[in-house]
Structure formats: C-alpha cells, structure tokens
C-alpha cells in the first residue's frame, strides 16, 4: 500500500509498504478514505519533537470504513465508517471511563506514566504506525 514515511527531518516521501495486520484481539483494519495534516505532523518534520524512527508512516487523524475486526471487537464490524482520532485509549480504565481517554492508563506500553499514545509518532509515544496511509492497524 501507499503510506506518507517518515525518514529523516525534512525527508518525508510516499512509499509502498506492507499492509498492516491484526496483531492484539482488539485490533482493527481501517481502510483510510480521508486523513489530516496536523501541527503534530510538522514537529517531526521539522525536529521541534525528537525520537522519531526512520519507517514510521506519519499521521493522526483519519475517517475509514473498517475492513477487519480482532475476535475480542465487539463494538464495531467490517463495513462500518468510522472516524479515527489522534489518541489511543483502552476504553476500560478509570481515565477512559471517565471520558480522559489521553489520560489512558493502559494504551501506552511504557506503562501508566509513559504519557499519551498517538498515531504516527515516536516510540515514547506508543510507536504506531500513523494513518496517512492507505489502509493503519488501530488498537
Ligand atoms: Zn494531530
Ligand atoms: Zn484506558
């Protein structure tokens, strides 16, 4: 598929990568119809956020029709259109319950104080692949 990679500062491009796969039960596919260029997006292009890997497809935000559901989905099905924000939360935790999903205590693998988890940037930051990007795996 087509993806917008970063790889160094000032060097973004247009590469093919492979498609992303279900890799937890609660996973998504989401083919991307639609995505967004944010402030974020230009940190890492221009440097004024570190930590970046070479590789990483850029973006936050995304609308997309789900193409493939984890067998622990229960909420969504193939076919649905969704929007995809910047923020990934588990949905179950105080925080998440309470409607702080970027306050989430489980997205990040870096445990309960590792910070927020968000599409399409460094490795502090939950190190997922972004959504400009044909089709993005969405935890
Ligand atoms: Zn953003
Ligand atoms: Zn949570």
Redesign the pocket.
Known sequence: MKAVVWHALGDIRLDDVPEPTIKDPYDAIVRITTSAICGTDLHFVRGTMPGMQEGRILGHEAVGVVEEVGPEVRNLRPGDRVVVPSTV?????S??RAGY?AQ????NPGGPRAGTVFFGGPEAAGGLDGLQAEYARIP
């Open positions: 939360a588990c949905g179950t935790c925080y998440c999903y989430c205590d489980n997205a």
